[in-house]
């Protein structure tokens, strides 16, 4: 973001001065008036509007990748997932250590930037969402695991909590994501809900809340779930405990 300039004004009197007393003539009006342009390295500059404070997006752009790559004061992506995912793996051995026997127990993830990172596809398009693009990447099934949700489905599964992926991709994208998740090594799980074609809802909030009921209509108690987007975690049929991983890559309603 660029700083505004600041610059120096010379006050120049209009009156002629007289000196006394050691013999020197008058001094023009014209003389002493020099024009703001000619006297002024730097050109005027009114007062910033609002907007300034705005932060470049070339700049956020830059923020973005030096958070991910841990090289800025803004923080360290992978740091941050570790921490969120170790406060999901606590509640989980907690919950579990007290679970009553009949009790059926889920663990409930999201994918995209949750279970599997996009961050290839997304630099790759300079932060641009294009479509096409996206489900090329997607087809290719290359998406690598974040480690920390990693852990977190080995030991649900070590504990006996059945996993649920829940994900806005649509259902046409079933066998690429299911052959991702499995070369990642997620490879057994109870459910994979996916988007239907059809718009049965306006928002992912709408259609996750409803996936988490029929979670719940098989007889499962969601005891975690996590998510990288708000849209992931609230809603109706909310876990008993939520984690939300940090995403300031994108935003999902």
């Known amino acids: ?21 050691i013999g020197l003539a008058p001094v023009s009006v014209e003389a ?10 730097a050109p005027q500059v009114s007062a910033l509007a609002p907007g300034e404070s705005i932060q470049n997006l070339d700049q956020l752009k830059d923020e973005l990748k030096q958070y991910h790559d841990c090289t800025c004061e803004c923080g360290c992506y992978a740091k941050d997932l570790d921490l ?13 250590a007290h679970r009553r026997a009949e009790e059926k127990l889920a663990l409930v993830l999201d994918i995209d930037e949750t279970t599997l990172s996009n961050y290839e596809e997304m ?15 997607v087809s290719s099934a290359k998406a690598p695991a974040i480690p920390g949700t990693l852990r977190i489905y080995q030991e649900a599964k070590r504990l006996g909590v059945s996993v649920f992926f829940i994900t806005g991709r649509p259902e046409s994208q ?15 799980w109870q459910q994979l809900a996916l988007r239907n074609a059809a718009p049965a809802y306006t928002t992912v909030l709408e259609y996750k809340s409803a996936a988490r009921g029929d979670v719940e209509a098989q007889g499962y108690r969601i005891v975690l779930n996590v998510g990288d987007q708000w849209s992931d975690l609230k809603g109706e049929h909310e876990a008993e405990y939520s984690v939300k991983y940090p995403d300031p890559y994108y935003f999902i309603k």
């Open 123 to 137: 630099v790759n398009a300079d932060f641009e969402y294009n479509g096409n693009a996206f489900n090329a990447w």
């Open 32 to 41: 002493q008036q020099v024009p703001a342009a000619q006297n002024d390295s």
């Open 84 to 96: 969120q995912a170790d406060r999901a793996l606590q509640f989980l051995r907690q919950r579990t």
């Open 174 to 188: 079933r066998a690429v994501t299911e052959q991702n998740l499995r070369g990642q090594g997620f490879d057994n």
């Open 1 to 21: 973001m660029r700083s505004a300039t600041s610059f120096r004004m010379s006050r120049w009197f209009g009156s002629v001065v007289a000196v006394i007393g």
